[in-house]
């Protein structure tokens, strides 16, 4: 028997003897490994996946997207439009209730969708087209608006510091602060938070779901697990290792290079995420990006295809100028002329021509964020070769979001977009993101996307897409893909941007 | 006696003060926005704003310090700016993982690093000492990381002995918590019986070499009574010293183990913390640490004082 052998014998052995003394349970426990734990489970005030990951089980919005990005009601009964598109009634389902035992009605919707338009990034965009939200009975609710926008179904779709809904007395509890009291009306009910440890959300038994097949994020919810365990797992390598061992079943945010590897491995199922988008941002309110010949000679500079491989292989990217997602409707080749020009010479007339002098410019990068730090590292090189000078300036992940905030602080950023249903639902479309892209021709054609029919509002898009690249307000980059892993005893798991764990369950 | 532990304790909280206070300042001057942090990447300067309200960042630096002061004598660590947790209870709950790792590395390192030590000492020049220091030396220079990472390669994911991350109290269930303490402990502790080896050794070759042990086997003790009953007793004075300050560098150092196991401990708190802007917590968790190693000098100090009446007297 060789050393080797007698080592591997001696090792399952003592396995066998201590896996004997574990506790066995009958009870279906997920577990799944994350990152970082959620700052809050308060959905309405930020936009960060972690919340989203773990708070989207326990509540539901009135609308969610299926598998082709079409809105479907969830909370909602149903949705009229009256004839001058200001007005929007919805019916809200009866007989729903809150972990809490009440049931859902009309003024948990105004209190939450109030709430929503104050505090949420996305709310705040729907916001200014809002005159009022009103219950005009136990189970409809009126949402009036100051001129049409066409968005709006789409915005109550959204996870993104989405239109959540919680029991008034929470909202009211809450006042202006966040959300503590995790009441919703999804298939899990939050139980406890043990900080730095894990989040653990068990089956809400009295769960009213949708009566229709599940699709995307919407139909029918089931919780198929008895408990639902989101554990931190900072550690990359220890996610990847447990998911072997069994020790979790789901990790989410794995590296790339480890694809290959489970490709071949019968135990681990390797999945791509949604696609992402990466752009490089100038800072237009100031300093050497405020001048648009800067910009397009930034723009020109840039090959894509030598920038994107740091996502990993071939699977995790794609170039594509369009600045919606290929998965939509929305998709747009409108600016093609001006991507992935990678013609340094072109560049550096233009910088010329704009009449740059070696001014440096800072390109803001955080340390904690390994993808854009590199996307940084190459595209530093790229202006360079267009005799651009290009000052890295590198801090930590809160002193450089802290940088983004202020409008002396940068020049170019790098941005990491997750997937957005609509155009308008876009951070960068806004003048108030950071970037502060001011735009008098974007304004009026953004008025006329919001309040234009189905078929002409894409058109609209494909102008405002061109001004982008005109402008070089967003100069994009390309997609790119998320890996998560599963052990091949979970079953049922919908690869949708949001990752998301009813209707999955764990053949053990 | 009573003297003696004044003293020290006075220090020691001079010590805290000095120590709470700096980071209080250092914590706020250092660029970072917890809100941008909380609010995510589609934030507005007006969010940003309100939440800064919310959590009294839009107050002067001097008033929040006395605030957080008067708050921290009576008792109050302040709230967490991120899940709006209680800063004290939150610390309560990850000192328990932190302690209970510290402990059971220390008496890892305790374990193996004194034995190995005075055997090399008695084998002074031999095979045995050569292999002796040669274990001790490899296991000081390991890092932490990348010990921990072999373990969990080689005793979870090929043998499937140990879980490869996580943690369950002593207190919930003790039949399945040791199996989580076992990788992180070998982890954390082996660095330090190394070095506890390296000490070891040399105090007692240090000690064996003394007169008084000559005159002691000269009255015709035995060997055995000559070296555990004298030299080691003696030699164990500055052992001890080290033996402290590895516990303390334990509780500091014992981020890197509590991230690759995924325990949620206060070293990991503490990085957390830092990397979220968290002020009151950082200020908590420092103020805990700052304790803790306080307490472990003062109990190596009263140690030190037992056994050598010298140090009490002087």
Redesign the interface.
Known sequence: MGKTRALRLFGYAVAIALTATGSASAETELKLAMKAQPPTLDLHVTSTNTVRNVAAHINEGLFAFDSTFTPHPVLAESVDRSADGLTYTFAIRQGVPFHNGDELAAEDVVASLDRWLRRSSFGRTLAPYVSAVEATDRSTVELRLNAPANFVVTALSTWRAGPFIYPAEVIEAAGDDRITDYIGTGPYRFVDWRDGQEIRLERFDAYAPVDAPADGYTGRRVALADTLRFVFVPELSVRRIGVETGDFDVALDIDPDSYDRYQTNPDVVSSLGAPRMTTLIPNKSGGPMSDPGLRRAVQAAICVEDVLPVYGGAAFWRADPSLTWKETAWWSDAGSDLYNLCDPDLARTLAEAAGYAGEPIRLALSSGDQSKYNVGLVLEQQLERAGLVVELEVRDAAAHEETLDTKSAWDLMISEHTYRSHPILHSHLQATWTGWWENADRDALVAELLTAPEAKAKLIWDRIQRLYYEDAAVIKIGDYFEHHIAGDSVTGYANMPEPFFWNVGVDR | MSAFLIRRLTGALLTMLIVVTIVFFVTNV?????A?????????????A??NR?LGLDRSLPVRYLTWISDLLSGDLGTSY????DVRT?IL??VEPTLILTATSALLAIAIGIPLGVIAALYRGSAVDFAAMVAALTAAALPNFWLG?LL??L?????????????VSLFE?P??AW?YLVLPSITLGASHAGVIARIARANLLEEMGADYLRTARAKGLRQRSVIVGHALRNSLVPTLGVVGVAVALMVGGSVVTE????I??IG??LI?SV???DFPMIQGTVLVIAVFVALVNLLVDITYALIDPRIRHA
């Open positions: 250092i660029p970072g926005s917890p941008a942090v909380i609010l995510g990447e589609d934030r507005t300067a007006e969010q940003v309100e939440l919310e991120f899940n709006g947790s939150v709950q990850r990472l969990v390669l005793l979870s994911l090929y043998w499937g002995i140990f879980p490869a991350a996580g943690y269930d039949g399945d199996r991230t690759v196991f995924a949620p401990g990991r708190l957390e990397l979220g802007r």
